[in-house]
């Protein structure tokens, strides 16, 4: 694959992936593919499950601006916020060069970085980590700690992850997702999905109180081994935040395309 194509695959996978979610959340959210843009919107308190992402390779800077003030209108229509998820390797040289004007002149604001990663480097060993033990989420009190896992580790309260992920069958079911446990205590979480092909990693958090343990990477390798032991794929895909960028290519992943998420001008 040239790099392009991993950065097109990155941006496909966000929009297979997030239909998914966006649907199993709410049967009536808006999912759509207009001409350029994936909408993937349940319009919950869960942030991630508000997402837009542009679809177009090498596009312009006329086309940028017209497609963000599209964007911008699409998010400022909904009731509750959600991202941009703007992948920088589909931009022609010209965008990438009035992407901060372009984005400011539509109405929306920078938020945080991202990166997509992917790689040919399954199946892998399963995880042994000397403090933990692995357990696949299957009732609602595991999904609740999920949530609640994700809700500490991205700063959201916790209401906002449970209203994005309690009540689900998907994540029981279909979503090899996964609880490190130090003893009784879940402490990190990690899920993969089987999507287009790859394996998806998806909502990997850590508690603030254990990060930095290696618990993060031992329950992502864990979801890994898992799903590819399921459905005997090969290759997985992830959009990593800057935190956990670093951890990633340790376990086989290779960085696409930067992401740059925005959100409306508060």
Same mark, same amino acid.
């Given at each position: /694959?040239?790099?392009?194509?991993?950065?097109?695959?990155?941006?496909?996978?966000? =929009?297979?992936?997030?239909?998914?979610?966006?649907?199993?959340?709410? !049967?009536?959210?808006?999912?759509?593919? #207009?001409?350029?843009?994936?909408?993937?919107? =349940?319009? *919950?308190?869960?942030?991630?499950?508000?997402?837009?992402?542009?679809?177009?390779?090498?596009?312009?800077?006329?086309?940028?601006?017209?497609?963000?003030?599209?964007?911008?209108?699409? /998010?400022?229509?909904?009731?509750?916020?959600?991202? @941009?998820?703007?992948?920088?390797?589909?931009?022609?040289?010209?965008?990438?060069?009035? @992407?901060?004007?372009?984005?400011?002149?539509?109405?929306?604001?920078?938020?945080?970085?991202?990166?997509?990663?992917?790689?040919?480097?399954?199946?892998?060993?399963?995880?042994?980590?000397?403090?933990?033990?692995?357990?696949?989420?299957?009732?609602?009190?595991?999904?609740?700690?999920?949530?609640?896992?994700?809700?500490?580790?991205?700063?959201?309260? @916790?209401?906002?992850?449970?209203?994005?992920?309690?009540?689900?069958?998907?994540?029981?079911?279909?979503?090899?997702?996964?609880?490190?446990?130090?003893?009784? #205590?879940?402490?990190? *979480?990690?899920?993969?999905?089987? =999507?287009?092909?790859? #394996?998806?990693?998806?909502?990997?958090?850590?508690?603030?109180?254990?990060?930095?343990?290696?618990?993060?990477?031992?329950?992502?390798?864990?979801?890994?081994?898992?799903?590819?032991?399921?459905?005997?794929?090969?290759?997985?895909? #992830?959009?990593?935040?800057?935190?956990? !960028?670093?951890?990633?290519?340790?376990?086989?992943?290779?960085?696409?395309?930067?992401?740059?998420?925005?959100?409306?001008?508060?």
């Amino acid at each position: /694959m040239t790099d392009l194509a991993d950065s097109v695959e990155s941006m496909e996978q966000l =929009a297979v992936v997030w239909r998914a979610m966006v649907l199993d959340r709410d !049967a009536d959210a808006d999912v759509r593919d #207009l001409p350029g843009i994936a909408v993937r919107w =349940a319009d *919950c308190q869960f942030a991630f499950w508000n997402a837009v992402t542009l679809t177009e390779v090498n596009v312009g800077a006329k086309l940028l601006g017209q497609r963000l003030v599209q964007t911008a209108d699409i /998010m400022r229509s909904k009731k509750n916020p959600g991202f @941009l998820w703007l992948f920088e390797d589909l931009l022609d040289d010209g965008a990438r060069a009035v @992407l901060d004007q372009a984005v400011e002149d539509a109405g929306l604001q920078y938020a945080f970085p991202g990166t997509g990663m992917a790689g040919d480097f399954l199946p892998i060993a399963d995880p042994v980590h000397p403090d933990l033990t692995f357990v696949r989420v299957t009732t609602d009190e595991q999904l609740q700690s999920y949530a609640d896992l994700n809700s500490r580790g991205y700063g959201f309260p @916790l209401e906002e992850g449970r209203d994005g992920l309690l009540g689900s069958d998907l994540w029981k079911s279909e979503v090899h997702a996964y609880l490190a446990m130090r003893g009784d #205590l879940p402490v990190a *979480c990690a899920g993969t999905i089987a =999507a287009s092909g790859s #394996l998806f990693v998806v909502l990997v958090a850590t508690d603030p109180a254990w990060q930095r343990r290696g618990y993060g990477e031992a329950v992502t390798r864990k979801a890994l081994y898992e799903g590819a032991r399921a459905t005997g794929l090969s290759r997985a895909t #992830l959009h990593a935040t800057a935190a956990g !960028a670093p951890v990633y290519p340790r376990i086989g992943f290779k960085p696409n395309s930067p992401i740059h998420f925005y959100g409306l001008q508060s």
